[in-house]
């Protein structure tokens, strides 16, 4: 086995699979993601995208992409486009295997009316409401339906005409006929058609029935000649179903197993969700970097390589629990440390004159492109008397352990020399601190001192003269509670929403930034990693702050709590 995949963690799936291929249950591993076109992908879909695609992948086998789209009234083709450009984002790849529910339509209606034949089906008169009431609950047995009896001719007769078009929405259902006082609800004759006279993304006006997910989910799979279906936990009380039907049929039986669905914390994954945050305008888009679907991430500048290795770092479960998001953060932070070259950008000015530097001097400060990286080389930053610094790197009263710039205190600027703090301009009507004067030390080029003295603290700079002036948009998590869904009564999510989620600040770069492509990756010294926005034009440069540099896992991690 090579050596990428020995790495990768075995887990319960992994156990069952492989009994399976040692029993001859099955000869070959053939799993799917079956996403339903009508949100975009998020983090979560990626959990099943990295373990669908991935199990394929270890075992030789094959991955379909299957869209799920038996709902016209919900499904888009849009979003089949953004599915399939996300998929391929993460680096996967369906080859020739793009499948469609709805390419099935033909197929399932005549096994439906091969379960009618047997007596397995039935059409229903009753209402939705009615059929709720007389589903029964989880203590009381349901109560059979009136229609329930027809005959097998009046089954056929009825369903062919629900299918020509002659009834009305909501006027008729096909259901399976199992067992009205089954323990498990899902088997209290569950619905398999229902009456909607819409236009489809794909059939058009082909069809005015259209089979629900529980009837259409299992036999796609079957079709598709699918080994292992796996799906998250809450289809588990719906396996029984997914076995009736294929054993009722009669076909290839692929064998289901759950796993616990990805819940992050500050997070919300529900596409119903997700949709109300860009409808109700809370987010700029389904790409806007705050979401957690896989265009706002890529947006925000996490690249597919680490997104892979959380989901493969958080593993595959068989109960729920919630993922703390300074994993997800974590995992870009070290694959950005490797890869995203080191500029240097001021986000809050504070301007500073060096009173001691010559008028129009103009030195390039040699600067380590990555320091974790050798091969990225060096580059050359203009340093000159009138610089910007970090607001906050400057404290006029210091507090304790404030080790940065404040009057009468020497500091290093990054590759630069060391400067003294001598005065300190403020603007006469406001009292706010506008510039400060500073002298520097012209034996120090390159940051160290030759008689061995010792600053506690370098900062970041930029030239005022040659600095490019940007757009930065910094972030915060959307929720402000770890659990967005947790809320007083009468109220729902969205009162947990981050008010400050974003903040846009005009800050100065390095001019090596002029060329910078929208999606190239960066780390700003000392303020985290950064990526350029769509946004940005020839005139206007715009960046999204990924993550700071504080990593709070790595954190949790040194002091043991977490692996
Ligand atoms: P809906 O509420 O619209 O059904 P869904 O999240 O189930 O939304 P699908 O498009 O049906 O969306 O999901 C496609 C696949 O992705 C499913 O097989 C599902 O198991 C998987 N999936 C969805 N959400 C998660 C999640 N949070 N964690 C892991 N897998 C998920
Ligand atoms: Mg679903």
């Not at 009305?168 to 609800?185: E, F, H």
């Not at 950008?345 to 050798?374: G, K, T």
Request: charged share 30%; glycine share 6%; net charge negative.
């Amino acid at each position: 086995m090579a050596d990428s995949e020995s790495k990768k963690p075995r887990t319960f799936i992994h156990e069952i699979i492989d009994e399976d291929l040692k029993s001859g249950r099955f000869d070959r591993v053939h799993t799917r993601f079956p996403p339903e076109p009508n949100g975009y992908l998020h983090i979560g879909h990626a959990k099943a995208i990295v373990l669908n695609f991935g199990l394929a992948e270890e075992y030789g086998g094959k991955c379909n992409l299957r869209f799920d789209d038996t709902n016209p009234l919900t499904e888009d083709p849009h979003y089949v486009e953004s599915i399939r450009r996300d998929v391929r984002w993460l680096g996967y790849d369906w080859e020739d295997r793009e499948f469609y529910a709805s390419d099935y339509f033909e197929q399932l209606y005549e096994w439906a009316v091969q379960l009618i034949k047997a007596g397995k089906a039935y059409v229903d008169d009753l209402s939705a409401e009615e059929i709720r009431r007389y589903r029964g609950t989880l203590t009381e047995p349901g109560k059979e339906s009136p229609y329930r009896n027809r005959s097998v001719e009046e089954n056929l007769d009825l369903f062919e005409r629900m299918r020509k078009g002659e009834f009305p929405d909501g006027s008729k259902v096909l259901r399976a006929k199992i067992d009205m006082a089954s323990p498990n609800l899902n088997l209290r004759d569950p619905v398999m058609y229902r009456i909607i006279h819409a236009e489809h993304h794909r059939t058009g006006n082909k069809w005015c029935i259209y089979p629900t997910y529980d009837w259409a989910h299992g036999q796609s799979d079957s079709i598709e000649g699918i080994t292992h279906s796996i799906c998250t936990l809450e289809f588990e009380d719906h396996r029984p179903l997914y076995d009736w039907f294929l054993d009722a049929l009669g076909v290839h039986h692929p064998r289901q197993i759950e796993f616990a669905r990805l819940e992050l914390t500050y997070t919300v994954l529900s596409k119903r969700k997700l949709r109300r945050l860009v409808e109700e305008g809370y987010v700029r888009g389904w790409d806007d970097p705050r979401m957690p679907t896989l265009s706002g991430l890529r947006r925000r500048g996490y690249t597919p390589e680490a997104i892979r290795d959380f989901c493969e770092r958080i593993g595959v479960a068989k109960s729920n629990s919630v993922v703390d998001i300074a994993l997800l953060e974590h995992c870009v932070r070290q694959d950005l440390n490797k890869r995203a070259p080191r500029k240097m950008a001021v986000l809050r000015p504070l301007r500073v004159v060096i009173e001691n530097y010559p008028d129009d001097q103009v030195e390039y400060m040699d600067c380590i492109n990555n320091p974790e990286d050798l091969s990225q080389g060096t580059r050359k930053v203009p340093f000159s008397k009138v610089l910007y610094i970090e607001r906050d790197d400057f404290r006029e009263d210091p507090p304790k352990k404030f080790y940065r710039l404040a009057p009468g205190r020497e500091v290093r600027l990054r590759y630069a020399y060391f400067i003294k703090c001598v005065d300190v301009v403020k603007d006469p009507g406001t009292g706010e601190v506008v510039e400060l004067r500073c002298t520097y030390d012209p034996a120090t080029r390159g940051g160290d001192a030759p008689d061995g003295r010792k600053v506690k603290a370098t900062l970041h700079w930029v030239s005022a003269a040659h600095a490019l002036e940007a757009e930065v948009r910094l972030y915060d998590h959307l929720f402000t509670k770890p659990d967005p869904n947790e809320v007083e009564e009468g109220q729902d999510f969205t009162a947990n929403i981050n008010p400050d989620s974003l903040q846009v600040v005009t800050a100065y770069v390095e001019p090596s930034l002029a060329e910078a492509k929208p999606g190239e990756r960066f780390q700003f010294e000392r303020l985290g990693y950064f990526v350029v926005d769509p946004d940005s034009t020839d005139d206007k440069l715009v960046f999204n702050r990924t993550v700071t540099l504080k990593d709070t896992w790595a954190k949790l991690q040194k002091a043991g709590k977490v692996n």
